[in-house]
């Protein structure tokens, strides 16, 4: 069984469903990345994961226990991480601080876990007493991630970590993600930048309007002509 | 020999003075501040929290001379504040569980927590009245002054007094001490990291666990900390009159504001501007400019730029010269 | 009284005239217990605060503008019948008159000429040359300003001692008062509106308290502290003295089996309530067709969704401002019409709580939105103010009438005045907690 199992998946935020019959599947230890058109669900189906909108249907299931209704908070004890697209840090407070409010719900020492993040991104470590609002957009991005990598997540959900972002920048994030990978945690992103996305990814779902299109290996994916097509631009 | 008495008279009638108004409303601005920052709206009710907890430390303060306590040349409030700060606290939370809880709850628009802020207002201002009425009290005892007029002038040989009274050196110490407990409070300890998250960025706080509702709470009970100092302090210095209080609320909006709402650091800045310019603008100059003018070419006036009566006016009009220029305040605030 | 209501009024098409109804009958309980003329009076001042109420509606319930200085609004309104209708003061505007509009032309040329350098100077320059402008502005200002205001201020002081006024009829004041209001909430939304919705209430807090401070020390405006008594009655408005020398009214009054006394009293204040009366249902019918038309509607788009509207190309700040003022303006016309039926101004007299917090008090329960709904909370909240000041320590000896006598039980009766602060702070966190569309909803 996989590690996280969200099945039959339907549902939005009001009166009208978004997501239909939408299935995710994340091993442990691998990448698996959602990617698809504008508009088809992607960031509504991993929170749909989180718990931030009502499903009516399907499930969530996270190492075998069922999480359908608990709360994003008590996912996030359950061993969840989450990193939002946007406002993902806290700006006026700094690095180091921005990591230590990752790990409030942790009551034993964090500080081996801190040493881990700042060995993943190494600038943190330098900029720790700056405030996290100062830094650079990618910089940001590694104190997003790293704060929520302080709760010891078994699965890391990211949502359009390479947005607005350079290319280098973006390479050098995925390096890191693929590292967190294989640590053990399972990944979980949505992504805008569909092809170098799949090039990391164990596993791939093309959604479209909140359903899934196609679902294979990130490999498979890249290969397959349709794919390539109508969602990589030739 | 007239430089220093001119410096001494600006010293005794401006500084001084304006050093411990500013403080009284740094603390003031700083509970104003503190609630817009995790609750999100502006607390009308903040003044009357103060004559509230003022009004409970002084019935404490009589109790106490009543049983014949006393900090010798102190003044006995100084024993009766903690005792008034935890009436107010519990009274703020009780508000806060009865009143404000429920418009958290339904997300209500700022504007609608300001105007119930209003009602709590009325109901906080009617109970002062209604416990200790609405006359003026003066409850301060103790040494009155720590360099009186007379001595001054008779250790110095100048002309111009300099009296430094004792409710002035308490509200500048009690205030840094308050001060320095706060910033250590929000910069070093768990649970103020945690407010100052959950003032930065709700939602991230949220996902990272931070309870709101204790946030919340330990607010309300810092703000009425600080309400009620503030209070006590002004009270100790001036005197105590309900409606006074109610009169503060515009020069602490404005220091909030000058400073950046939701801005600790923003708030004692503004708190000391606010001061100085209320101060230094309706104080007569004459005889300032007198010992320092060639002889000769004394003032004629008083040169008071405006009387006592508009210093409210004073700090109006730096509100709304921010308002127009720089609506975020001089150190960056939250709200535009 | 909390007044708990399912979402739709109960009552239906009903509710309102019921609801009419009873306050009628409040007041014609109180002619009965109470006598014509104490209830005559409650009723025109309750309709001075519905005029208010209205004022306010239209910020609030229209736009969902807080407006937190009412008080200054209705005191800058007051202050249109002592300019306007009363006697000019022999001397006053030969005297100071030149100084004083020169004072304000010096004021006008300073804030222009700070304008101007605040959009044609950059950089340091403009750093520099606007304290500059405002400072020597000031100065020159105060130097015109001061002895022409002294040479106001000696003349007669014991009686007048101020400018004085136009000797133009009262009615006229009215319309002027509502002018002056509308001039100081320009001010205040040109500032404040556009930023956050808690600006402007502070904005507004701060004129309130200014202008009140202004009104209690500029002795040479309106006599300040010293207030100004006998302003002169509107048209119809007879005085009681003439009606009881007036041998075919004592006649009538005779006839009808009143003293003469009581019944030219009486009349007198029917005859406020009439004027009053046309005010009001003027403004009502004004506001309501005001409402209907499509600015109305744009109005309530703007406030039911902000974003929306803007997003359509609305520009809100620009509505707001123009509600903002007349709604004001409104304001200051019910601040003229009450110095009008007190026939005095005393500025000492403005408190924030009474002047502007009771009028939120009214709106709220009323019913944010709804112009007949501030109306009625007008006329209820005003009454329900004036009887619990008996009702207050009525209730307080009846609870402390067991009491042992002592400090507390005295303590308990005197601060029974009190206690009509907090019954009104209770009722308007009651209503905007369990009804807040109030007594008569929006539709």
């Known amino acids: 069984m996989s590690f996280l199992l969200a099945e039959n998946m339907t549902g939005g935020y009001g ?19 959602i990617v698809g058109p504008n508009g088809a669900g992607k960031s509504t189906a991993m929170k749909a994961v989180f718990g931030m909108l009502n499903l009516r249907e399907g499930h969530v299931v996270l190492g075998g226990e069922d999480i359908t209704r608990l709360s994003p908070q008590d996912r996030v004890a359950k061993g969840m991480g989450f990193v939002p697209q946007v406002n993902n840090v806290f700006p006026t ?11 409030f719900l942790r009551d034993d020492d964090f500080s081996d876990t801190m040493e881990q993040v700042f060995d993943l991104f190494p600038i943190l470590k330098d900029k720790r007493h700056q405030n996290a609002g100062e830094l650079s957009g990618g910089q940001r991005q590694q104190v997003a991630v790293g704060r929520a990598l302080m709760t010891q997540p078994r699965l890391l959900m990211l949502d359009e970590p390479t947005a607005g972002v350079s290319p280098i920048v973006m390479d050098e994030l995925f390096d890191r993600i693929i590292e967190v990978a294989r640590t053990g945690i399972s990944i979980l992103m949505v992504e805008q930048n569909a092809r170098q996305a799949l090039e990391i990814a164990d596993m791939g779902y093309v959604l479209v309007q909140g359903a899934n299109k196609y679902t294979d290996t ?3 994916l890249l290969a397959d002509p349709e794919v390539r097509r109508t969602f990589l631009g030739g | 020999m007239d430089i220093l008495n001119a410096l001494v008279a600006v010293l005794n009638y401006v500084v001084i003075p304006a050093s ?9 601005a700083l509970g104003v501040t503190l609630i817009y920052g995790i609750l999100r709206f502006s607390n009308f009710a903040h003044g009357d929290t103060m004559a509230f907890g003022t009004a409970f430390t002084i019935l404490f303060t009589w109790a106490f001379q009543a049983m014949g306590l006393s900090l010798g040349p102190l003044p006995t409030a100084l024993i009766a504040l903690p005792f008034g700060i935890a009436v107010t606290a519990g009274l703020v939370l009780l508000t806060d569980r009865m009143v404000y809880s429920y418009y958290r709850r339904v997300r209500a628009a700022p504007v609608i927590l300001v105007m119930v802020s209003v009602g709590v207002m009325f109901v906080m201002n009617g109970l002062t009245r209604f416990i200790i009425g609405v006359d003026e009290i003066q409850f301060a005892d103790g040494a009155r002054f720590v360099i009186s007029a007379r001595e001054f002038r008779a250790a110095t040989g100048l002309a111009e007094p300099l009296s430094l009274r004792s409710s002035q050196v308490i509200t500048l110490v009690a205030a840094a001490l308050v001060v320095w407990a706060l910033f250590w409070f929000l910069n070093r300890t768990r649970t103020g990291k945690s407010m100052r998250a959950f003032s930065d960025n709700e939602d991230l706080a949220l996902l990272s666990g931070i309870n709101p509702n204790r946030v919340v709470a330990v607010t309300w009970v810092i703000a009425a900390a600080l309400a009620t100092t503030a209070g006590v302090l002004y009270g100790l210095d001036k005197s105590f009159k309900a409606f006074n209080y109610f009169q503060l609320l515009l020069p602490i909006f404005a220091s909030a504001i000058v400073g950046g709402l939701g801005n600790p650091l923003g708030a004692i800045a503004g708190g000391f501007i606010i001061a100085f310019s209320e101060v230094g603008v309706t104080y007569a100059w004459k005889k300032v400019l007198g010992y320092l003018a060639p002889a000769g070419l004394e003032p004629e006036g008083l040169m008071q730029l405006l009387s006592t009566e508009y210093k409210f006016a004073v700090s109006f009009a730096i509100l709304i010269i921010v308002l127009l220029f720089k609506p975020t305040g001089l150190f960056k605030g939250k709200a535009v | 009284m909390s007044i708990r209501q399912p979402d739709a009024a109960s009552g239906g098409r009903f509710r309102t005239p019921l609801l009419f109804a009873a306050m009628a009958a409040l007041i014609g309980l109180e002619a009965l217990t109470g006598g014509w ?25 229209y736009a969902g503008l807080f407006n937190v200085g009412i008080v200054g609004f209705v005191a800058l309104g007051g202050l ?27 004021a006008t040329a300073t804030v222009l000429a700070a304008i101007w350098a605040n959009t044609r100077l950059a950089g340091t320059a403009r750093l520099l040359a606007i304290p ?26 014991s009686a007048q001692g101020n400018l004085g006024g136009l000797g133009l009829p009262v009615l006229l004041a009215w319309p002027v008062g509502a002018l002056f209001a509308a001039g100081a909430a320009w001010v205040i939304g040109k500032t404040a509106l556009g930023l956050r919705s808690d600006y402007l209430a502070i904005a507004t807090l701060g004129i309130g308290e200014i202008i009140v401070a202004a009104l209690k020390n500029e002795e040479w405006l309106a006599r300040g502290v010293l207030n100004v008594n006998g302003i002169p009655r509107p048209w119809p408005v007879p005085y009681e003295i003439d009606l009881q020398g007036d041998p075919a009214f004592v006649e009538r009054m005779a006839s009808l089996g009143t003293d003469p006394v009581t019944g030219s009293t009486v009349l007198v204040k029917l005859l406020y309530t009439g004027l009053f009366v046309v005010v009001l249902l003027a403004l009502i019918w004004a506001s309501q067709m005001a409402l209907k038309s499509p600015w109305g509607r744009m109005m309530r788009a703007i406030r039911d969704n902000e974003t929306a509207a803007a997003a359509m190309g609305k520009n809100v700040t620009r509505r707001h401002l123009q509600i903002f003022i007349l709604g004001s303006a409104v304001c200051g016309l019910a601040g003229a019409m009450m110095i009008t039926l007190d026939g005095q101004m005393t500025p000492g007299s403005y408190n924030p709580l009474r002047y502007t917090f009771l009028i939120w008090v009214m709106v709220i329960v009323g019913g944010s939105g709804n112009n007949w709904g501030s109306v009625l909370g007008g006329l209820l909240i ?4 004036v009887k619990a000041e008996a009702w207050g320590p009525a209730l307080m000896t009846l609870v402390t009438a067991n009491m042992e006598a002592g400090a507390l039980k005295s303590h308990l009766l005197d601060s029974a005045a009190h206690m009509r602060l907090l019954t009104m702070g209770v009722i308007l966190l009651l209503v905007l907690r369990f009804s807040p569309r109030g007594l008569l909803p929006e539709k």
């Open chain 3, 80 to 106: 249109a019948p002592v300019l306007v209708s009363m006697p000019p003061t022999p001397g006053a505007f030969a005297g100071g008159g030149p100084g004083l509009l020169l004072a304000i032309g010096i």
């Open chain 3, 37 to 61: 003329n104490t209830a005559l009076g409650i009723l025109n001042m309750g309709l001075i605060s519905a005029i208010l109420a209205l004022g306010v509606n239209i910020q609030w319930g």
């Open chain 1, 93 to 103: 407070m700094s690095v180091q601080e921005n990591l230590e409010m990752g790990a």
């Open chain 2, 20 to 28: 411990s108004y500013g403080a009284q409303l740094a603390l003031g």
């Open chain 1, 15 to 33: 009166a009208t469903d978004i997501l239909h019959d939408c299935t995710l599947r994340v091993e442990k230890g691998q990448i698996a990345v």
């Open chain 1, 218 to 220: 990130g490999a498979a």
């Open chain 3, 132 to 157: 500059l402008i405002l400072i020597l502005g000031f100065f020159l200002y105060r130097a015109v300003f001061d002895p022409a205001v002294a040479v106001i201020e000696a003349i007669n002081p």
């Open chain 3, 382 to 385: 005003w009454y329900l103010w």
